[in-house]
Nanobody, 114 residues
Framework: QVQLVESGGGLVQAGESRRLSCAAS????????MGWYRQAPGKQRELVAL???????TYVDSVKGRFTISRGNTKNTVYLQINSLKPEDTAVYYC????????WGQGTPVTVSS
């Protein structure tokens, strides 16, 4: 059973940066897709960014140029570098992975104050 554990969330000021981390355990194989979703208060969960095992990435338009997703040197780790944070980035950020089926982390909250 794959388990995803996120870290790095917290309270930040607008304009600051933050790096979120996610480590997957329980998989003997490299997960084909890893990424991040977020859910703001009162809104549906939305895709933020994905990275595939071949290194290709996908970003939602609202974060392009500010967010960078990358995979770590350790197998099945993924990072989300968030720059120039805005209050509208406030959300719970969930780690996501896919290999045969989807897996979700418990989420790490990011709160951006203006």
């Amino acid at each position: 059973q794959v388990q995803l554990v996120e870290s790095g969330g917290g309270l930040v000021q607008a304009g600051e940066s933050r790096r979120l981390s996610c480590a997957a355990s329980g998989s003997a194989f490299i997960l084909s897709v890893m990424g991040w979703y977020r859910q703001a208060p009162g809104k549906q969960r939305e895709l933020v960014a994905l990275i595939r095992s071949d290194g290709t990435t996908t970003y939602v338009d609202s974060v392009k140029g500010r967010f960078t997703i990358s995979r770590g040197n350790t197998k099945n780790t993924v990072y989300l570098q968030i720059n120039s944070l805005k209050p509208e980035d406030t959300a719970v950020y969930y780690c996501y992975a896919y290999s045969v089926r989807a897996y979700w982390g418990q989420g790490t909250p990011v709160t951006v104050s203006s």
